[in-house]
Every structure is written in C-alpha cells, then in structure tokens.
C-alpha cells in the first residue's frame, strides 16, 4: 500500500489549512480534552470556559485514506506540520471551524497554539495526553451553546481534523499493516530519504498597478457585506493575495486572465451584491484583466487561446476549464450561470462553467 507524504507548496497562495473540525472520528486518533475554568479574578469560580484541547497534526503519522481508485496512508514531516501551523495563522483562520467537515461553524475560535518541544515536560502531559514531539497542538474556545450542549458535552465530537491544500511529493509501495507505531516511523524516515525533494524556484510577479488592488479590497468589502457567500476558497484566496500587492506565478496570472476574460459577462457594476460582480472584483477586475492580458504578452506567452496549465486547469478558447464537473459547477454558481459543459483537448476532457461556452 501507498505511503504518500504531504508537503507544503510554497508557490500555491491556497496551500495550508483553511479551517479545524471538530469530529467524531479524528484521523489522527488523538482526542481532544475538555477544559474546565480555573479561579479567575470577577469570574464565578467552576464556570466552564468552554475550551478545548487536542492535538491539529501530529508528525510522522500514518494516516489511512481510501478514494474510488486506491487506499493508502499520507503522513506530515515534523517540518510540514510546524510550517501549516504558522501559515494557518499568518493567513488569520483562527477562525475558521466546521462540523464533520460539512457544516461552517460561529463562535469556535483558535485561541492557542504550540509545537510540543518536549514530550515529558510540555503542559499536555498535565491534562493526560500523550503525543509525540514535533506534535501540533491547540486550544479552541467555543462560544456557541448549540455545538458545546449537543455536541461537546453528549462526547459527539472527540477531536480535531484539519481541512486544506497540500501537494503530494512523493509515494513508494510499502505496507504498514501491523507495523508498530515505531516502526512505521522508522518506515517513513527511509522514505523520506529515498526521495529527495527538488524545490522549484519559480519567478512570481507584483508589478500590478494599485487598481487591482483596490478592486480586490472593493470586492472583499462587499462579499462581507453578504456574508461572504460568494466566490470559492481560491477566489477569496486570490483576492487577499492581490490586495496586499503579493507576488503571483505565471500560472496564477493565467487562470486570472481566462478567469475574468469569461467573468465579464457578469460583472453588474450597478449590483454591488451580485456574486458575479463581487467575484469579478476578487481577481482584480477590470484594471486585472487588462494587467493579466498585457503580462502574457510581454512574457511571450503564446497560444492563449488554448492551453494546458497544469493537470487541473485548462485554458480553452480564452476560457479556463477544468478537470473535473464538480469543479466547473461549483465555479458556475459564483459567476452566475448553471451548469456545465466539455471541451475535448490534449486528449482530456476538461469542464466548463455554464451549460453553453460563451464567446466574449
């Protein structure tokens, strides 16, 4: 069976863990403890604080996964676990929580964070947890009655989950049935120096002027104004990444051109709360269309009518496809239009938002 490990893709602004469930069947099978108040000065003494405590990601361990094709096991090197727990709150997710995975929570917020150093003396073995060092742990106040009452103190949910984009790097046949937790860490550090990773500088651009910028800003200001239903997890990504003027990789100045070039045809100026506008204001608007259109060309990137970006995305007739229906669905609701359609091209089929290609 695969052993397959994650790391971080350092030119992929959505790498990293958008959000922490809380779950009934933890993957990394380490439950999270309940944390009662202490005595605090103007507090009722033995009112519960509401906090939990567990452990995020715990470092080399197996973790077992099964999809319609295969099962195999993924694990996180000490490495990767400590860069995901910077980047979760460098990109200010603290807040971001769900339920099994499915349901966006209120309330249940990150407020502590460490790297367990020291196995022995690291303040988890006073609450009676065992995890090893390199361990991610947090502490997570929930202010909402609905999920501590039903949910926390009936033991539904027993630990944390993380939810994010990482890359696979490398995978090698191996078993790790019946393999002690020993030993299959020991498996793993072979792995891990069988194959060595070749990192991939890739030259990013910021050279847009502040008009992108300031449509990005405009667009996260309204999507809050409407609870920030609109646009997907990359758009908003995207958006953030613009409005602070980073730096983005050719690819991503690809997907923007194909993305807004399609887009237009929604963009309501008029409706400041359409999802069509609102999206379109995330990747840069206008100003980043025409940014996005001009870079190519100085680049000498040919053929923009038609390309392979990578094996997820697609450029197609000016438009950007991509490799799976759900995928071009989902992108249809934010733009505005139903449905899908496909384009057969390098001998793929690749998905398109809405039910018919529409020419610009």
Request: hydrophobic letters at 35%; aromatic letters at 10%.
């Amino acid at each position: 069976m695969e052993i397959i490990e994650l790391l971080l893709d350092e030119e992929n602004e959505t790498a990293g863990i958008d959000a922490i469930s809380i779950v009934s069947s933890p993957a990394i099978e380490s439950d999270f403890i309940k944390l009662k108040s202490q005595e605090i000065k103007f507090a009722k003494v033995d009112d519960e604080k509401r906090i939990l405590m567990g452990a995020a990601l715990i470092p080399n361990k197996p973790i077992y996964r099964k999809d319609e094709r295969k099962e195999y096991y993924v694990y996180f090197s000490a490495d990767t676990v400590r860069k995901a727990s910077e980047l979760f709150f460098m990109n200010g997710n603290q807040n971001n929580t769900t339920l099994e995975h499915n349901m966006a929570l209120n309330g249940l917020t990150v407020v502590e964070s460490w790297i367990v150093e020291d196995a022995e003396m690291d303040k988890t073995k006073k609450y009676g947890l065992d995890v090893p060092v390199g361990t991610w742990m947090v502490s997570m106040k929930v202010n909402n009655d609905e999920i501590w009452n039903e949910y926390v103190k009936t033991d539904k949910v027993k630990g944390f989950s993380i939810e994010g984009y990482f890359a696979d790097k490398a995978n090698i046949k191996a078993s790790v049935e019946d393999i002690a937790e020993k030993e299959a860490e020991e498996k793993i550090e072979e792995i891990r120096n069988l194959f060595k990773k070749k990192k991939i500088e890739l030259e990013t651009y910021n050279d847009y002027p502040d008009a992108v910028s300031n449509n990005a800003k405009r667009g996260i200001e309204l999507n809050k104004k409407v609870n920030n239903k609109c646009a997907t997890l990359v758009g908003k990504n995207r958006a953030a990444t613009l409005a602070k003027k980073g730096n983005i990789s050719l690819s991503t100045i690809k997907r923007m051109y194909s993305y807004l070039s399609r887009a237009e045809t929604y963009y309501d100026e008029s409706d400041t709360e359409a999802c069509g506008t609102i999206s379109y204001l995330l990747w840069g608007g206008k100003a980043g269309l025409r940014w996005s259109l001009s870079k190519l060309k100085e680049l000498d990137e040919v053929n923009l009518k038609s390309m392979v970006i990578d094996e997820d995305y697609a450029v197609i007739d000016d438009r950007l496809a991509y490799s799976t229906q759900a995928k071009a669905e989902e992108m249809a609701i934010n733009i505005g239009c139903k449905g899908f359609h496909t384009h057969e091209f390098e001998n793929k089929t690749w998905y398109m938002p809405c039910e018919k290609h529409i020419n610009k």
